[in-house]
T-cell receptor, first 116, second 113 residues
């Protein structure tokens, strides 16, 4: 079965640079979530989109922005990168019960961002 | 608001022994509860979930969990541990479908010969 695809899998950036992370949800999934997992920490919710509209917002820095496109893929844009942004960034997708899904979030393999 | 507490950041069991990973939650609304497993350098894989209905939930790889509302718990168990079960396990809660997950701090399971 198709899974959530994230690219790139690894990314190395310098401080103050920008980064763009991409997420391709499971086909027919309409909701995308972004989570950040720091070293040795639990995943923290950043932001989510439902049908291309922002549906919820968590502890996402103002330096970060995200959007969901017409094909349902999502991009997380990160600017003025800081050392503390080094983390594993997960994307998850789900399909609502009303749409015939189960609301279960399925996670991608993550993008490991290292800021030097 | 929701929160999750996982007791024991590290649990060690012998191969073939019972696995018990504890999870307590706090939620202002009826919760949806999840257990995810994370192998080194990999993503999160869903083990099982509770939404409504039967309180004993069976998942993949022989794991199961029981939702106990009176104890606000959702402990994960497996009758017999296998070496391949060594991983980090996260309990998570959400206030219903289509909502963000709030994770616990994780429990690292070690399985010894």
């Amino acid at each position: 079965a198709a899974g959530v695809i994230q690219s790139p899998r690894h990314l190395i950036k310098e401080k103050r640079e920008t980064a763009t992370l991409k997420c391709y949800p499971i086909p027919r999934h309409d909701t995308v979530y972004w989570y950040q997992q720091g070293p040795g920490q639990d995943p923290q919710f950043l932001i989510s989109f439902y049908e291309k509209m922002q549906s919820d917002k968590g502890s996402i820095p103002d330096r970060f922005s995200a959007q969901q496109f017409s094909d349902y893929h999502s991009e997380l844009n990160m600017s003025s990168l800081e050392l503390g942004d080094s983390a594993l960034y997960f994307c998850a997708s789900s399909r609502g019960v009303l749409e015939g899904g189960t609301d279960t979030q399925y996670f991608g393999p993550g993008t490991r961002l290292t800021v030097l | 608001a929701q929160s999750v507490t996982q007791l024991g950041s590290h649990v060690s069991v012998s191969e073939g022994a019972l696995v018990l990973l504890r999870c307590n939650y706090s939620s202002s609304v009826p919760p949806y509860l999840f257990w995810y497993v994370q192998y080194p350098n990999q993503g999160l894989q869903l083990l099982l979930k509770y939404t409504t209905g039967a309180t004993l939930v069976k998942g993949i790889n022989g794991f199961e969990a029981e939702f106990k509302k009176s104890e606000t718990s959702f402990h994960l168990t497996k009758p017999s541990a296998h070496m391949s079960d060594a991983a980090e396990y996260f309990c998570a809660v959400s206030p219903g479908g289509g909502n963000k997950l709030t994770f616990g701090t994780g429990t690292q399971l070690k399985v010894e010969l």
